[in-house]
């Protein structure tokens, strides 16, 4: 079984500035996925970023990147010149990469409030 | 294009009622997912269908939770004799098939007084 652990149950940072979300996980698994999904308030859950665990090279969208760390089972995320849209609930999510199951495996998420 | 859409989106039910929640997910998908998401909590996983198969059913927490997609397309999430632990926000997502991202709808916000 998975489990994916964000120990920071709220951040804030100021507008235009940068903030890094943790993320661990653990598993037994060689091939998945790992996934930060947004939340905004009383709005639906979004894709932020994916990494795949066989690429070496940390993931990036446009602000928002990634550290991820295979041999430490870590996996943060990096927003950089924070926008007041980025008011949400952030989430880290695991998948396995093989079989017919591919459900997401979350954490309890952090919420992230950016000050103007 | 059409997103995941989930009705009704909000449900307000009594202790003891059965309540069916719908999602009709992106066409051409061949997954969909249910899952729980507690208020303040991550989304926890029910079930899992692909096309009309369910092949995953782990999740559910109790023979009172029943789901269906009779024709691969539209889901239902049947709860029977609610309870209050059953209050929560109840998501779906379809995936296109092999392991990949979710698009999830925006929930169904079910509270049982």
């Known amino acids: 079984a998975q489990t994916v652990t964000q120990s920071q149950p709220e951040m804030s940072v100021q507008e235009a500035e940068t903030v890094t979300l943790s993320c661990t996980y653990d598993?037994?698994?060689?091939?998945?996925?790992l996934f930060w999904y947004k939340q905004p308030p009383s709005r639906q859950m979004i894709l932020v970023i994916r990494?795949?665990?066989?690429?070496?090279q940390n993931a990036t969208e446009n602000r928002f990147s990634v550290n991820f760390q295979k041999a430490a089972k870590s996996f943060s995320l990096k927003i950089s010149d924070s926008q007041l849209g980025d008011t949400a609930m952030y989430f880290c999510?695991?998948?396995?990469?093989?079989?017919?199951?591919?459900?997401?495996?979350f954490g309890k998420g952090i919420t992230l409030s950016v000050r103007p | 294009g059409a997103g995941v859409s989930q009705s009704p989106r909000y449900k307000v039910a009594k202790r003891g009622q059965d309540v069916a929640l719908r999602c009709d997910p992106i066409?051409?998908?061949?997954?969909l997912f249910w899952y729980q998401q507690a208020l303040g909590q991550g989304p926890e996983f029910l079930t899992y269908?692909?096309?009309?198969?369910?092949?995953?059913k782990s999740g559910l927490p109790s023979d009172r939770f029943f789901a269906e997609r009779p024709e691969g397309s539209v889901s239902t999430l049947k709860i029977q004799r609610t309870q209050q632990e059953d209050s929560a926000v109840y998501l779906c997502?379809?995936?296109?098939?092999?392991?990949?991202?979710?698009?999830f709808g925006p929930g169904t916000r079910l509270t049982v007084t």
């Open positions: 997502a379809s995936s296109p098939g092999t392991p990949s991202e979710q698009y």
């Open positions: 598993t037994s698994e060689n091939n998945y996925y």
């Open positions: 990494q795949e665990a066989y690429k070496q």
């Open positions: 999510a695991f998948m396995k990469r093989t079989g017919a199951n591919s459900k997401l495996t």
């Open positions: 066409s051409g998908h061949v997954s």
């Open positions: 269908f692909q096309n009309e198969a369910q092949l995953d």
